[in-house]
């Protein structure tokens, strides 16, 4: 059994992450600054992460759901001088890897090349891609739902040809338990799967699942522009959440 940390774990992905390394046996606490549980039998901490003082020593292993700039990471890591860790497991993003994703993939990042080669912790580095779920507060699928509910035309980015994969949130958290239990150190994974599907695509699927059409509007905007906008968008939103 290992004492886990989970900052920023109260729902949605962290929920489940939290729930299923508690039913595998660890024992598990939250910080947020709701100081709310994802259930009932879980610990928790009330406090902004920007305030983490060295109450932290004594977890062995941190899942880090919502760290957005370097600084936020070495503000984690000074509070845990002088305590070995045994994992830090961060969730980056694939946006990481393109630059059309603007601040908040350049961000992620900056996180994992300072963790890489400016710390001597034992990191891990994963980076989903679209997570999906029941409970999803971004609303990932409720866009396209609500959209054909209403009669409402579907704006898409230019042509919507460019290939996306989905993840389940219990996929996510099962890839984290195997990284725990196989004590997996200083590794960066992307958390996918085979499967590819273009929005176009996605939309026309849904639209058989469904039986009912609406319009889709594309827009004339750069790809790389709007992708940007909307990413900043998401960024304000998570950031407003935690």
Not at 12 to 30: C, N, P, Q, R
Not at 182 to 192: A, E, G, H, Q, S
Request: proline fraction near 2%.
């Amino acid at each position: 059994m290992s004492k886990i940390l989970i900052i920023g774990g109260n729902r949605f992905v962290g929920k489940e992450i939290a729930k299923k390394l508690y039913d595998t046996g660890h024992e598990v606490t939250v910080l947020n600054r709701s100081g709310t549980k994802p259930f009932s039998e879980c610990n928790v901490i009330r406090m902004n992460r920007k305030d983490l003082t060295k109450k932290l020593v004594s977890q062995e292993i941190i899942i880090d759901m919502c760290a957005y700039n370097t600084n936020q990471v070495k503000s984690l890591l000074k509070s845990l001088k002088g305590h070995k860790l045994k994992q830090y497991i961060i969730i980056s993003s694939i946006a990481s890897e393109y630059p059309f994703f603007g601040e908040y993939g350049k961000n992620k990042a900056e996180i994992e090349t300072f963790l890489r080669f400016e710390t001597n912790i034992p990191w891990v580095i994963l980076r989903p891609t679209y997570i999906i779920g029941k409970n999803d507060p971004h609303k990932r699928l409720d866009y396209f739902l609500d959209c054909i509910k209403n009669g409402k035309s579907i704006v898409v980015d230019k042509l919507g040809s460019e290939k996306i994969s989905f993840v389940f949130v219990e996929d996510v958290a099962q890839v984290i338990y195997k990284v725990i239990s196989r004590k997996i150190i200083n590794k960066t994974y992307n958390v996918c799967n085979d499967d590819q599907v273009s929005i176009v695509e996605f939309i026309d699927l849904i639209f058989k699942i469904i039986g009912k059409k609406t319009g889709i509007r594309h827009t004339r905007k750069d790809g790389a522009i709007f992708i940007q906008e909307v990413n900043l968008i998401f960024q304000k939103k998570i950031l407003m959440e935690f």
